[in-house]
């Protein structure tokens, strides 16, 4: 991975034997469901539903580490750690702001790279 990208793509590339198709649709997946977690990541944390935060963090992590951006998954498994044990919530703020960031970084750079 360059020091410079928010994603490796290693992974996808070895699971789908170099299928650039494959390799495609799951960035364009990523690019429709980012924005909708990031909604709803807020508006969960925001009516303190940290049960649903918990469930939705969960659902997302898998397509993020498809993607290898590890930053970004770090967090996310932070935050479902976080809610999961319902302890550090005070943390949770400063972390979904991270998270958002990473996105969006990450969704800057595929946009960049793949238009």
């Known amino acids: 991975m360059a020091d410079d990208k928010s994603y490796d793509l290693t992974f996808l ?14 960035i364009s997946t990523f690019k429709t469901i980012a924005p909708e977690y990031i909604r709803k990541a807020d508006e969960y ?3 303190g539903l940290i049960d649903a935060l918990s469930k939705e963090t969960h659902r ?31 943390q949770l703020p400063e972390l979904l702001g991270k998270v958002q960031n990473k ?9 960049h790279d793949f238009h």
């Open 103 to 111: 996105i969006n970084i990450l969704l800057e750079d595929f946009t």
């Open 13 to 26: 590339n070895k699971i789908s034997g170099g299928d650039n198709n494959f390799i495609l649709e799951m």
């Open 45 to 47: 944390y925001n009516s």
């Open 60 to 90: 997302f992590i898998p397509g993020v580490s498809f993607l290898g951006a590890k930053s970004l998954e770090e967090d996310l498994l932070q935050i479902e750690d976080f809610t999961k044990r319902n302890v550090h919530l005070e």
